[in-house]
């Protein structure tokens, strides 16, 4: 069965970097886009970046573009997010998410993993 | 940026009610929106993918309509377990989601 779990998550300084990670399993990885998408405390869902699957095409939303890198090693079914110069309004759950095209619903997710962002 | 309008924010109702939600985009989407059901602590779940059509396995009193700018979801009978965050999702700019709706049960 398709299965994403996510880790890397913790507590980190403002300014700090932190490195996601979103392990895949049950499916064929490298056919699949994926996306991160995460969650503040009390608040909705938020988009944050996504990444096709040759990795020729990836865009974020404009609240984190410049300080987020998404990558993928497709050799180790490996989902990424780079995440420097932390600050406090980065502080959420953290979801990855499987997309068999660009345009494409967002069907199966991770569990998350939480982010804190305090000094 | 296409901004999703999304309403309720929540709403309670009884078992075996009908309940809509609406999302609103900013600009024409054509039929590119899918709706999500997202309870605590879990992965959120794919309920209606292109507007209107329903996930494999997911059960049918949900449903979902619309396109261009007005878009509704419905569970046409609420059960206890549908008690969740429900979000729209727009997919023809970047992606967008709506800010949810929280149903409960009366």
């Known amino acids: 069965q398709v299965q994403l779990v996510e880790s890397g998550g913790g507590v980190v300084q403002p300014g700090r970097s932190l490195r996601l990670s979103c392990a895949a399993s049950g499916f064929i990885f490298s056919g699949y886009g994926m996306h991160w998408v995460r969650q503040a405390p009390g608040k909705g869902l938020e988009w944050v970046a996504v990444m096709s699957f040759d990795e020729k095409n990836k865009f974020y939303a404009d609240s984190v573009k410049g300080r987020f890198t998404i990558s993928r090693d497709n050799s180790k079914n490996t989902l990424y997010l780079q995440i420097d110069s932390l600050r406090p309004e980065d502080t959420a759950v953290y979801y990855c998410?499987?997309?068999?095209?660009?345009?494409?619903?967002?069907?199966?997710w991770g569990q998350g993993t939480l982010v804190t962002v305090s000094p | 940026d296409i901004q999703m309008t999304q309403s309720p924010s929540s709403l309670s109702a009884s078992v075996g009610d009908r309940v809509s939600i609406t999302c609103q985009a900013s600009?024409?989407?054509?039929?590119?929106l899918n709706w999500y059901q997202h309870k605590p602590g879990k992965a959120p779940e794919l309920l209606i993918y292109?507007?209107?059509n329903l996930k494999t396995g997911v059960p049918s009193r949900f449903s979902g309509g619309g396109s261009g700018t007005y878009f509704t979801f419905i569970i046409s009978s609420l059960q206890p377990e549908d008690v969740a965050t429900y979000y729209c999702q727009q997919f023809r700019d970047l992606y967008t989601f709506g800010r949810g709706t929280k149903v409960e049960i009366k």
């Open positions: 998410a499987r997309v068999a095209c660009l345009l494409c619903p967002l069907d199966y």
């Open positions: 600009q024409d989407i054509a039929n590119h």
């Open positions: 292109d507007a209107s």
